[in-house]
């Protein structure tokens, strides 16, 4: 009997999973809904008499898990990057200028008429929901997880396979042994309306939009919850896999439809920027007619090899682009305006206004960016303005509807005291830099000058401090930061560092093991590496990235410190702007106790080390005489005065020797005025000479000892690193082959010098097996690692 229960149980899935392919992937269904039910039943029925035959994969097991007490974290293997945005033509056709600049060569040539080479785009509406990803293994569903961040999302395996379009057993034949589908889970219009017309009538809560209602669905605790909300899932592209794709993105969709996975019914192809603003169009005029919301419509290079060859900038593709919508408007009135502080100490506007509904979410709050906005805007309070969701995300007051202002119209006036702390707020003033001379005038920014004696600078410094990308102390979220900060125990980031187990102990939430775990996590965070140190400072305009470029090239918290703005202006993208924003931040008297204060409280910093070598000479005397600002001298006169007075101090003997000057080729009469004007003033010498001496100290003066930095042993050299690393993390592993010399790139290609593969490597493994790329196991890496001593 177990035999003949074992056959009709698995010809039950087939003809159901044939059935489900037909419904929700070929929108043919070939029996009527009684019939799929009678299917259904049966085979629910054998599989209870039996059940050792039931299998993860069979559809009556879309509910059946238990209810979680909280969802893992999954770490992707390929990030889920978010895409740039478009919001209007001139945006798109930027885009497409950008990816042809990007191609170069590998386009064809234009036709006879003069026309340019015109790139394919795949084009899709871009769905409203929540990003997934889904993996298969031999065929089989085996985990889903949310986008997260976009490099770790959480476990949500047993909801997504209540989805009921999700197949838990792959169509067909021919899929990679390994494949991770990425798409986006939603809700329609109809089944976002029936579940609140259920949440009502059972007097419960309802739901702002379907976005809302899908996503809360996702990330149900209960899978049973999950399965009574109609969920739909749609592909939009992959991540890792093992085995052979189709070359192009719609090639690859067709293949996952193929599969058993549905993908938009809208997908088309694009020759060109042209066709795809057509398809835009078209798309925004059938936008209210589609079952389900869509909020613009997503390009992406149809090819793959040149995807590759575009690559990625910060956390986006450069071969695809989000084409948003115009945003949906709505009349309300502004009640009021209030003022919050920020990180650091921006007093900002933020209308709250009568709720109205937009684009299908109640809106109550607005941004005003900041006082110029709300002059432009002529805002009163109690005027009825226009708002929109820009993006179909952000609220924003848009315009004042002047014929509807009442008589009682208040102005809006920036508060003269913060108001958290009431220190006096001011307002910025912007330094313009030009030859010669620098001008002030106002910013659009007004600051609360308490600094971290202001309650919502502190919080929030604290906040970015503890960040997981900055100092990284697990456990110290935002509530519990506000806490510290609300009962006094934390009044700078070094406090942190003076807690006891009596003071935590005591705060609400807190018990012994709580207190402990708390503890321990800020002690293990007593020896970050210089450049997570100096992100975690929250100096103005550094991201992480500048984080790291000054860790690496400069070495030293002592070296950033006392670095000039224009010391600091030979790094690769360090701007003048932002480098008075760093010298001026370790100028501040309170910053410096601050970092004092962690150093003498247990902070030591790892990886500090010499200047690095590519920066050792690197400046000469040209570039530091075009970076004083000299009035009428640009970098050839700059040149030319370098080689006609040999050092500094000829330059500046020069300037005052008005018969040689006059006579040293490659000047202009306005350049021998400006420079005899500047250094005629003698803090214009000392600056001169101050700076020359910094770059002495620091080894990248034009006399200083060149080091070569070919002496690193990975110096010239890209490697990726794909799969997990067991031994350490994948930033960790980064940073060390930086620390040889080596450019970590997140692709490979052709240049690839070398690619570390650890378990679970994918696409990029394939990709260097495909272009004959040397390949490193985790182990042989780690021996490479201790070969260098990196």
Not at 146 to 153: A, E, F, L, P
Not at 238 to 251: A, K, S, V
Request: net charge negative.
């Amino acid at each position: 009997m177990t035999s003949t229960a074992a056959q009709r149980i698995e010809q039950l899935r087939v003809a159901i999973n044939e059935h489900n392919y037909r419904y929700y992937v070929l929108d043919e269904p070939s029996v009527p809904d009684a019939e799929y039910d009678r299917l259904f039943k049966e085979l629910k029925a054998l599989e209870e008499a039996h059940p050792e035959l039931v299998s993860l994969d069979s559809p009556t097991q879309r509910v059946g898990a238990e209810a979680l007490s909280a969802f893992g974290q999954v770490r992707h293997e390929i990030p889920m990057l978010s895409l740039g945005n478009a919001f209007a033509e001139d945006d798109l056709r930027d885009f497409d200028r950008r990816v042809r600049e990007g191609l170069g060569e590998l386009l064809p040539a234009g036709d006879l008429f003069g026309a340019g080479a015109l790139v394919e785009y795949a084009c899709e509406p871009k769905l409203d929901g929540l990003a997934v990803s889904l993996l298969y293994e031999n065929g089989v569903l085996v985990r889903g997880a949310t986008r997260g961040d976009g490099s770790t999302g959480e476990d949500i395996s047993s909801n997504v396979r209540t989805v009921r379009n999700i197949p838990l057993r792959l169509h067909g034949e021919g899929w990679p042994r390994v494949l991770e589908v990425r798409g986006e889970v939603f809700m329609s219009r109809a089944g976002f309306e029936a579940l609140n017309a259920r949440a009502i009538e059972a007097g419960g809560k309802t739901f702002a939009n379907p976005r809302n209602a899908a996503a809360g669905s996702l990330r149900q605790l209960d899978p049973k919850v999950t399965a009574s909300r109609p969920l739909e899932f749609c592909s939009y592209g992959i991540g890792q896999f093992e085995g052979e794709l189709p070359d192009t993105h719609t090639g690859i969709l067709e293949a996952l439809k193929g599969w058993g996975l549905p993908i938009s019914h809208e997908l088309q192809l694009a020759r060109g920027v042209d066709e795809a603003l057509a398809y835009y169009r078209v798309i925004g005029a059938k936008r209210d007619s589609l079952a389900y919301e869509i909020d613009g419509v997503v390009f992406k290079v149809n090819r793959l090899d040149w995807q590759r060859e575009l690559g990625f900038r910060a956390r986006e593709p450069r071969w695809a682009i989000a084409h948003k919508f115009p945003a949906q408007e709505e009349l309300t009135e502004l009640l009021d305006v209030e003022f919050q502080v920020g990180r650091t100490g921006a007093v900002t506007p933020v209308a709250r206004l009568r709720p109205v509904q937009v684009a299908g979410v109640t809106v109550s709050n607005a941004t005003l960016h900041n006082m110029d906005e709300v002059a432009r805007l002529g805002l009163m309070i109690g005027d009825t303005v226009i708002i929109r969701r820009a993006g179909d995300v952000i609220p924003q007051v848009m315009q004042v509807v002047l014929e509807r202002r009442p008589a009682d119209a208040r102005p809006v006036a920036i508060p003269q005291s913060c108001p958290i702390c009431g220190s006096h707020v001011e307002r910025t003033q912007l330094v313009k830099r030009s030859k010669g001379k620098a001008s002030l005038s106002e910013g659009s920014i007004y600051r609360c000058v308490g600094r971290l004696s202001c309650q919502a600078q502190l919080k929030q410094a604290i906040i970015h401090f503890v960040s997981r990308r900055a100092m990284d102390i697990d456990g110290l979220g935002d509530k519990i930061v506000e806490q510290l900060v609300d009962v006094e125990l934390v009044k700078s980031p070094a406090d942190l560092y003076t807690l006891s187990f009596e003071q935590v102990v005591g705060l609400e939430g807190f018990a012994e093991l709580s207190t402990r775990n708390l503890l321990a996590a800020i002690a293990a965070s007593r020896q970050p590496p210089l450049a997570r140190f100096i992100f975690a400072l929250g100096i103005p305009d550094v991201g992480e990235e500048t984080a790291k470029l000054l860790a690496r090239a400069l070495g030293s918290l002592t070296r950033i410190a006392a670095a000039l703005p224009e010391v600091l202006t030979w790094l690769p993208d360090v701007g003048l702007e932002v480098a008075h924003e760093i010298h001026s931040f370790f100028e501040d008297a309170h910053n410096r106790t601050v970092i004092a204060q962690l150093r003498e409280r247990g902070v030591e910093l790892q990886e500090e080390g010499e200047l690095h070598a590519e920066f050792a000479a690197c400046a000469t005397l040209a570039e530091l005489l075009n970076k004083l600002n000299i009035a009428g001298i640009a970098a050839t006169g700059a040149k030319n005065l370098a080689e006609a007075a040999g050092s500094l101090e000829g330059v500046i003997a020069l300037s005052q020797d008005w018969l040689s000057l006059n006579v040293t080729k490659g000047l202009s009469e306005k350049a021998r005025q400006g420079l005899r004007e500047f250094f005629a003033v003698p803090a214009n010498a000392d600056k001169a000479r101050t700076i020359e001496a910094q770059l002495r100290e620091f080894g990248m003066h034009w006399q200083s000892a060149k080091k070569v930095v070919a002496g690193l042993p990975l110096a010239g050299q890209t490697w990726v690193l794909t799969g997990t690393l067991e031994a350490m993390s994948r930033d960790e592993g980064k940073a060390r082959l930086e620390a040889l010399g080596a450019k970590v790139a997140g692709s490979v290609s052709a240049k690839t010098h070398c690619v570390v593969a650890g378990p679970g490597a994918g696409s990029k493994l394939a990709k260097a097996g495909e272009l004959g790329v040397r390949v490193l196991d985790e182990q042989a890496f780690l021996e490479l690692l201790a070969q260098y001593g990196g």
